[in-house]
């Protein structure tokens, strides 16, 4: 199973699908998860959040790699920050709160709290802005 294919459609289903102007559309499989298919064929398995496929936040949505890890492609599905991180946050100001090693607790309420693990900062190539090694949560990772 790769990251790219984890979920195989027909033609016909794909000829089916409405895609908006970016010609991507957004497939919630029940059991399975959210996942963004684009027209011309490849389909990626993303985070699914509000009930759907991940957003795109400042031209960027996270993905879930093969081993669950979460990264980042762009909406032509390439992908800008590998998939190594236990949990990461959509980009905002140029800027994204990811970790390594921390678990979703529950919550009450619909969500769950993502808790413990080594936190930091990344920019839009991945590239480690800022590590926060006092921070059990990602309110605890703030940019400067």
Not at 4 to 13: D, H
Not at 19 to 42: F, I, K, M, Q, T
Not at 50 to 71: I, P, Q, T, V, W
Not at 80 to 97: I, K, L, N, Q
Request: net charge positive.
């Amino acid at each position: 199973m790769s990251d790219r294919n984890e979920l195989k459609l027909t033609k016909t289903a794909t000829e089916k699908i409405k895609y908006n102007s970016d010609e991507l559309a957004e497939l919630v499989v029940p059991g399975h998860g959210c996942y963004w298919v684009h027209r011309l064929g490849p389909i990626r398995k993303t985070h699914c959040y509000d009930n759907g496929a991940d957003y795109f936040k400042e031209g960027l949505a996270r993905y879930l790699g093969s081993r669950g890890k979460y990264g980042y492609m762009n909406k032509q599905f390439s992908v800008v920050v590998r998939a190594e991180y236990d949990f990461a946050f959509p980009f905002g100001g140029g800027v994204a709160r990811v970790c390594d090693g921390c678990k979703k607790s529950k919550a009450s309420g619909e969500h769950g709290v993502i808790v413990g693990g080594k936190w930091s900062l990344i920019d839009q190539n991945g590239v480690q802005l800022k590590s926060c090694p006092l921070a059990r949560e990602y309110w605890g990772c703030k940019p400067d």
